[in-house]
C-alpha cells in the first residue's frame, strides 16, 4: 500500500462540472501540498496546507489531519483545468522532501 | 527572477554514456531537490541540498548517480555509465527555509532523459 493514494486515477468531465480529487495518507506529516501537473512536466504548487481549508479562485483544498484525507475541489471546471493534479505530503522539517500520490488525470469537455 | 530553470530540457543518450543535467534555483531559495518521474508515475525523491550541504540522499541513488551544489547556488546531477532504465523526467525543485512563506515548492520544467 502506498503511502499516498489518490482517488480517482482519472476523471472526465463536462465543462461547468464540480470536480472533487481526494487524497488519503498513511503518514505522520507536517505538510500536504496539491500540485498541478501539465503535459511536457512543469509541475506547479496549487496548494500547501496543514490544516483547514484553503481557497483559489475556483479551487479550494480541504484537510483533515485526523482522518488523514484532504480534498481538492474545483468549480466551474474548464478544458483549460485539464491536467495532472498530484497530491503529495511532506514530514519533519524538510519541507520540501514530498512522498507523492500517482496523481489524477483530470480531462474537462467543452 | 524568472523561476527555476534546467537545462538541458531534453537528452538522448547512448546506454553506457555519462549525462549531466543542470539545475538553477530561485535566486534567494536556499532548499534544492531532484526528484525522478517515470511515465504514468509521481516523482520520486532523489536528493536534496541546503546551500551546499547534501542533507538527503534516497536509496534511488545509486552509485552512477552523483549531485552537487559547490557554491549553494545552481546543483548539478550526474549520471554515469547511463542504463536504459534510466530514462525519465528529471526534476529539480527549490523552496525557502521555513518561517514566511514556508516550505511551498517551485519546480523546474525538468530535464527528459531517453537512454537508447
Known amino acids: 500500500k502506498n503511502e499516498v493514494e489518490q482517488s480517482p486515477q482519472n476523471l472526465t468531465a463536462q465543462e461547468g462540472e464540480f470536480i472533487t480529487i481526494n487524497c488519503s495518507y498513511s503518514?505522520?506529516?507536517?505538510?500536504l501540498h496539491w500540485l498541478q501537473q501539465h503535459p511536457g512536466g512543469g509541475i506547479v504548487s496549487l496548494f500547501m496546507?496543514?490544516?483547514g481549508k484553503k481557497k483559489h479562485g475556483r479551487l479550494i483544498a480541504t484537510i483533515n489531519i485526523q482522518e488523514k484525507h484532504s480534498s481538492l475541489h474545483i468549480t466551474a471546471s474548464h478544458p483549460r483545468d485539464s491536467a495532472v493534479y498530484i497530491c503529495a505530503v511532506s514530514g519533519g522539517t524538510s519541507y520540501g522532501k514530498l512522498t507523492f500520490g500517482q496523481g489524477t488525470i483530470l480531462t474537462v469537455h467543452p | 527572477d524568472t523561476g527555476v530553470s534546467q537545462d538541458p530540457r531534453h537528452k538522448i543518450t547512448k546506454r553506457g554514456q555519462n549525462v549531466t543535467f543542470r539545475c538553477d534555483p530561485i535566486s534567494e531559495h536556499n532548499r534544492l531537490y531532484w526528484y525522478r518521474q517515470t511515465l504514468g508515475q509521481g516523482p520520486e525523491f532523489l536528493t536534496y541540498f541546503q546551500n551546499e550541504a547534501q542533507l538527503e540522499k534516497s536509496r534511488l541513488l545509486s552509485d552512477r548517480f552523483s549531485a552537487e551544489r559547490p557554491k549553494g547556488s545552481f546543483s548539478t546531477l550526474e549520471i554515469q555509465r547511463t542504463e536504459q532504465g534510466d530514462s525519465a523526467m528529471y526534476l529539480c525543485?527549490?523552496?525557502?527555509?521555513?518561517?514566511?512563506?514556508?516550505?511551498?515548492?517551485?519546480f523546474g520544467e525538468g530535464s527528459r532523459l531517453t537512454v537508447l
Open positions: 525543485a527549490s523552496s525557502s527555509p521555513a518561517g514566511g512563506n514556508t516550505g511551498e515548492l517551485f
Open positions: 496546507l496543514s490544516s
Open positions: 503518514v505522520g506529516i507536517s505538510a
